[in-house]
């Protein structure tokens, strides 16, 4: 595992949807890697609220799309 690798699979992680294999790697690499512990703590705040904001609003889906394509971007700025 490494942070590119990550960054690839990171919304598949925050949402439980790697497989136990591919968890454990990426598991085993936050704990050596605080970049991308942050960015993956990062991302799950990012997408709770993304996943509130859908219970309120009825056009969530493209929106949640447009943040999630935006953040794959690897010239997006992890910090804050
Ligand atoms: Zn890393």
New binding site residues.
């Given amino acids: 595992m490494?942070?590119s690798r990550?960054r690839e699979i990171i919304f598949l992680y925050t949402d439980n949807e790697l497989g136990e294999e591919l968890l454990v790697s990426v598991q085993e690499?936050v704990v050596v890697?605080p970049?991308?512990a942050r960015r993956i703590d990062y991302t799950r705040r990012l997408l709770t609220v993304v996943r509130k904001g859908c219970t309120r609003t009825r056009a969530p889906e493209s929106l949640r799309k447009r943040i999630l394509t935006s953040l794959r971007h690897p010239e997006v700025e992890w910090e804050g």
């Fill in positions: 490494n942070c990550v690499h890697c970049q991308c």
